[in-house]
């Protein structure tokens, strides 16, 4: 369980400095950030499915398009809200995905919830309420952005189910990454920024810290309980906070904290209740 944890804080650590950076390079167009974030992790899982000889197509090719199309509707709808929004509260506000997946796996995979459950979820909407209604900062659009990206990162989660273990996760992932590379790099073309400098390293370093976020995310799971291993994503949201405050300069009201801490109490206490 110690290795777990340390695994699973050097991935929420290596994803938190990937949203900053992503905050930090805002200046650049949306789909050149989605092309350098993927194009990282495409290079290094397409080596690692070389070097173990995996099938790189897969089987099931024609949900993991899907995957892959949502997964990168989710991505790009998410940086476009950090343009608006302090990064911490846009990284909470993205974990309302279970929720939707919850939704969509009893509508699509005729899943069953618990009444807790649903209560749970209510009470996650309520934080959001709470950021919206009582903080005059936060802006409307950034809120409209990230919560349609945390409903396509939900609807990621269900396809994933229905994609099933007949492939190797990354073959999953690498036809994320290898559309989000292809897709960005083409939206790219006509409003393409040149980096100049250290904007070179930052744009570079997406993919890697994403990979590594995952990479590190995958081996807590595979030696630890689910439900004991999965709140300790949401020290994700700790993270960016303190890097919004210390990096961006980012002004948290108490009804912001508030809502952010109802957000992930709800999430959290869904997955101990979900798993039991």
Request: charged fraction near 10%; aromatic fraction near 16%; hydrophobic fraction near 60%.
């Given at each position: 369980?110690?290795?777990?944890?340390?695994?699973?804080?050097?991935?929420?650590?290596?994803?938190?400095?990937?949203?900053?950076?992503?905050?930090?390079?805002?200046?650049?167009?949306?789909?050149?950030?989605?092309?350098?974030?993927?194009?990282?992790s495409?290079?290094?899982?397409?080596?690692?499915?070389?070097?173990?000889?995996?099938?790189?197509?897969g089987?099931?090719?024609?949900?993991?398009?899907?995957?892959?199309?949502?997964?990168?509707?989710?991505?790009s709808?998410?940086?476009?809200?950090?343009?608006?929004?302090?990064?911490?509260?846009?990284v909470?506000?993205?974990?309302?995905?279970?929720?939707?997946?919850?939704?969509?796996?009893?509508?699509?995979?005729?899943?069953?919830?618990?009444?807790?459950?649903?209560l749970l979820?209510?009470?996650?909407?309520?934080?959001?309420?709470?950021?919206?209604?009582?903080?005059?900062?936060i802006?409307s659009?950034?809120?409209?952005?990230?919560?349609?990206?945390s409903v396509?990162?939900?609807?990621?989660?269900?396809?994933?189910?229905?994609?099933?273990?007949?492939?190797?996760?990354?073959?999953?992932?690498?036809?994320?990454?290898?559309t989000?590379?292809?897709?960005?790099?083409?939206?790219?073309?006509?409003?393409?920024?040149?980096?100049t400098?250290?904007?070179?390293?930052?744009?570079?370093?997406?993919?890697?810290?994403?990979?590594?976020g995952?990479?590190?995310?995958?081996?807590?799971?595979?030696?630890?309980?689910?439900?004991?291993?999965?709140?300790?994503?949401?020290?994700?949201?700790?993270?960016?906070?303190?890097?919004?405050?210390?990096?961006?300069?980012?002004i948290?009201?108490?009804?912001?904290?508030?809502?952010?801490?109802?957000?992930?109490?709800?999430?959290v206490?869904?997955?101990?209740?979900?798993?039991?």
């Amino acid at each position: 369980m110690k290795k777990a944890i340390l695994f699973m804080i050097i991935s929420t650590f290596s994803f938190s400095l990937m949203n900053s950076f992503v905050k930090y390079l805002s200046h650049f167009p949306t789909f050149e950030i989605v092309f350098f974030r993927t194009i990282g992790s495409l290079i290094l899982g397409t080596s690692y499915i070389i070097i173990k000889k995996i099938p790189i197509l897969g089987n099931n090719r024609r949900f993991m398009i899907f995957r892959a199309l949502a997964g990168l509707t989710a991505m790009s709808l998410f940086f476009m809200s950090l343009q608006y929004l302090p990064v911490g509260t846009a990284v909470s506000l993205r974990y309302l995905a279970p929720i939707y997946a919850a939704i969509f796996a009893v509508l699509l995979l005729k899943e069953k919830l618990k009444p807790i459950q649903w209560l749970l979820f209510l009470f996650a909407f309520g934080g959001v309420l709470v950021l919206k209604g009582f903080d005059n900062t936060i802006n409307s659009t950034g809120l409209l952005l990230v919560l349609a990206a945390s409903v396509f990162s939900g609807l990621v989660y269900v396809l994933i189910r229905k994609i099933g273990n007949n492939d190797h996760p990354m073959v999953i992932v690498n036809y994320f990454m290898f559309t989000g590379t292809v897709i960005g790099g083409l939206l790219s073309i006509n409003n393409w920024i040149t980096p100049t400098g250290i904007d070179w390293l930052l744009l570079l370093s997406l993919g890697i810290f994403g990979f590594f976020g995952q990479v590190f995310m995958t081996k807590a799971f595979q030696i630890a309980q689910t439900n004991l291993v999965a709140p300790l994503k949401y020290i994700e949201v700790i993270f960016t906070i303190m890097v919004g405050i210390f990096w961006f300069g980012d002004i948290y009201s108490i009804w912001s904290l508030i809502g952010i801490l109802m957000i992930i109490a709800a999430l959290v206490a869904n997955v101990i209740v979900g798993k039991k």
